[in-house]
């Protein structure tokens, strides 16, 4: 069954440090996520990503966050000044379509830990 | 805004017992609900999901119905396994991108 991969699989990083997370989605979906979950919390909705434009972002992805498809095949999230808050684990999910009943597919995550 | 709200955890279960799972939901139009699951060390997988109401979603043993009048999407499952240990997700989506997800639930099963 196809997957969604997520690399690295842990990533430790300097407060202030610039970071990416990469994720390569499903091959033929065309809608692509990225939510977080800090220790403890809910996973909450950070943006979604269609024809290389963000279509909506929650009030957690400010200017600090940026996503990008810079090829077919790789769909990235940018944090360019990372904060201790920052520490998280973030997943990457893909979808064929944007029909609310349409389900969305999960990597195995990123764990970011901010030093 | 739109929410879900599931039973706290942790739920500890001896192998063969019935699980339940309550979550209840609040939007403002008729989502669709999922259930995702987490097991140790793996990321979220998609484990049933309905969307209308009175629709019954399904896998694995573990079941699911749609309750509009209850605004409720309960997990159940007749008898749990070892290998059902995991964490589960109640989670709901409208017309916009995003899924809501409850706080999920802790189940560890004992052999």
């Known amino acids: 069954e196809p997957e969604v991969t997520q690399t690295p699989s842990h990533q430790v990083t300097q407060m202030g440090q610039e970071v990416i997370l990469r994720c390569v989605p499903i091959?033929?979906?065309?809608?692509f996520y990225w939510y977080r979950q800090i220790l403890g919390q809910k996973v909450e909705f950070l943006v979604s990503f269609y024809n290389n434009e963000i279509s909506e972002k929650s009030e957690i992805f400010d200017d600090q966050f940026s996503v990008e498809r810079p090829d077919g095949s790789n769909f990235t999230l940018k944090i360019r000044s990372t904060k201790l808050e920052d520490s998280a684990m973030y997943f990457c999910a893909s979808s064929d379509g944007d029909n609310s009943n349409q389900p969305q597919h999960f990597g195995d995550g990123t764990r970011l830990s901010i030093l | 805004g739109d929410s879900v709200t599931q039973m706290e955890g942790p739920v500890t279960l001896s192998e063969e017992a019935f699980l339940t799972i309550n979550c209840t939901y609040t939007?403002?139009?008729?989502?669709?609900l999922f259930w995702y699951v987490q097991y140790p060390g793996e990321g979220l997988q998609l484990l049933l999901k309905?969307?209308?109401?009175?629709d019954k979603g399904s896998n694995k043993g573990f079941e699911a119905t749609y309750r509009k009048e209850t605004t409720s999407f309960h997990l159940e499952k007749g008898s749990v396994q070892v290998s059902d240990s995991a964490v589960y997700f109640c989670a709901l989506r409208l017309n916009d991108y995003k899924l809501s997800f409850g706080a999920g639930t802790t189940v560890t099963v004992r052999a």
């Open positions: 309905a969307t209308k109401a009175d």
């Open positions: 939007a403002t139009g008729y989502p669709s």
């Open positions: 091959s033929n979906h065309l809608y």
